[in-house]
C-alpha cells in the first residue's frame, strides 16, 4: 500500500510522505536498503516506515501544540501500588529470582481530534508537540514518527524526548560496531546521585554487555565509559557505553535486525536483570501496556542505524495521549524514593505538553 501523508524526525534527518510499512520481526532484510524509520514495542511488536523524502533536519515549521488540561492527567498505578509493587519486586529479591526490575506506569490524558479553535482534525499534531519539547527539554536522541490513519499505511503516533541510545550502528576498521548507552540513575542534581545509583548502573551494564555479546566478535566487546554524569534539563543521570563488533554471522544478508533484536530486545535498562526473571515480574506488575514507551524508536539507513530507548515518550492513540514513566527497584530501594523518581521523569515533560 502506499500513502502521500506521514513525517518523523531523528538523529538530523526530517521524512516526509510515509509510503511504505513493513514488520521487522517478518521481513527484517527489507531494513538493509534504503532509510526507514523505525518504532518498536516494549511489548515486541516492532515496525518501520518508509517515506518518499529524507532529508537533513533544518528550520522545521510547526503549528501550536493543544495538548491536554493539566488536571486530566492519570495514572495506570497511584502512590500506593507503585509502593506495593516495589515492596513485592524487594520480595523477589531477597527470594533470589531478580537483582533488578523496572517498574513503570502510564500516564493518560484525554486529547481529542481537535485544535484549540475547535476545528476537527483527523490526529493531533505531532510536530507541533516534537517542537514544544525540543525547547523546552532538548534531547540527545529526541525523535518523532507520525504516520496517520488516512496514509493507507499501519498508523504510529509516538513524541519522544529520550537521552538514551539502545543500539548504533556503524562502519568500524575491523567490521560494523554495535553501541548501547545505558542509563540507570536519575537525580535532580549530580550530588542526588546514590550509592544504589551507581551499583544499580553498574549491574545493567554488564547486563548490556552481556546482550551485546550475543551478537558480537568474542573479545570485541567493552565498555568504554562507566558511570558518567550527563545533565539533562531538571535531571542529571549516569551515563555508561558499552560496544562490540558485530559477529560475521550476524550481518550476513537478511540476518542483522532479527538477530539484533532477538539478542538485545527489550533494551536492560528498561527490563532488569536477569532480563528473563525482570519482565515476567514486569507482566505481574504492571496493569498497563507499555506501547512504544521503554520500546525503540529511531532510524535505520543499510549499514547504519540510530536507535533510542523510547523513554521520556508520549503517544496518541483513540483520543488518548499517553506518557510513561518508571524506576529501577533492587534491594536497596525505598518504594516512596522511587515513587518520586517516577515523578521527577514526568513532571517537566508532561508540563510541557499539558495546555
Known amino acids: 500500500m502506499t500513502g502521500a501523508t506521514g513525517w518523523a524526525s531523528f538523529a538530523g534527518r526530517v521524512a516526509t510522505g510515509a509510503v511504505e510499512c513493513v514488520d521487522v520481526h517478518e521481513h527484517p532484510e527489507r531494513l538493509e536498503t534504503g532509510t526507514w524509520f523505525v518504532v518498536a514495542d516494549f511489548e515486541g511488536r516492532a515496525r518501520a516506515w518508509r517515506f518518499a523524502q529524507v532529508r537533513d533536519a533544518g528550520t522545521e515549521p510547526a503549528g501550536a501544540w493543544h495538548g491536554p488540561a493539566s488536571d486530566t492527567w492519570t495514572t495506570s498505578m497511584d502512590q500506593a501500588a507503585y509502593e506495593a509493587a516495589v515492596a513485592r519486586v524487594r520480595e523477589y529479591v531477597r527470594e533470589g529470582e531478580v537483582y533488578q526490575a523496572n517498574i513503570c506506569r502510564v500516564l493518560s490524558a484525554p486529547l481529542p481530534a481537535q485544535d484549540g479553535g475547535g476545528t476537527t482534525r483527523a490526529e493531533p499534531d505531532a510536530r507541533a508537540l516534537a517542537a514544544r519539547l525540543a525547547a523546552g527539554n532538548p534531547a540527545p536522541h529526541a525523535a518523532a514518527v507520525h504516520v496517520p490513519a488516512a ?48 551499583a544499580e548502573n553498574v549491574m545493567i551494564t554488564d547486563l548490556v554487555r552481556n546482550d551485546l555479546q550475543t ?32 559477529a ?45 514507551y521503554c520500546g525503540a524508536v529511531g532510524w535505520v539507513d543499510g549499514g547504519r542505524a540510530s536507535l533510542a530507548v523510547g523513554i521520556r515518550t508520549f503517544w496518541w492513540a483513540d483520543g488518548v495521549l499517553r506518557f510513561g514513566t518508571g524506576a529501577g527497584i533492587t534491594w536497596g ?9 517516577t515523578e521527577l521523569k514526568a513532571e517537566r515533560l508532561v508540563a510541557l505538553a499539558s495546555s
Not at 333 to 341: G, L, R, V
Open 248 to 292: 560475521d554471522d550476524v550481518v550476513r544478508p537478511g540476518t542483522l535486525w532479527r538477530r539484533l533484536l532477538v539478542g538485545t530486545f527489550p533494551p536492560g535498562s528498561v527490563s532488569g536483570a536477569p532480563k528473563s526473571s525482570a519482565l515476567r515480574i514486569i507482566r505481574e506488575l504492571e496493569t498497563a501496556p507499555r506501547g512504544p
Open 333 to 341: 530501594s525505598d518504594p516512596t524514593a522511587e515513587w518520586h523518581e
Open 151 to 198: 496514509s493507507g499505511l499501519d498508523p504510529v503516533w509516538v513524541v519522544s524526548a529520550s537521552p538514551e541510545l539502545y543500539l548504533s550502528l556503524a562502519d568500524g576498521p575491523d567490521g560494523p560496531v554495535v553501541e548501547s548507552g545505558p542509563i540507570k540513575g536519575t537525580a535532580r542534581t549530580p550530588e542526588g546521585l546514590t550509592d544504589k545509583d551507581r
Open 215 to 246: 551478537v558480537c566478535r568474542p573479545g570485541t566487546v567493552e565498555v568504554t565509559s562507566l558511570l558518567a554524569v550527563e545533565e539533562h534539563p531538571g535531571l542529571v543521570h549516569l551515563v555508561s557505553r558499552v560496544r562490540g563488533v558485530l
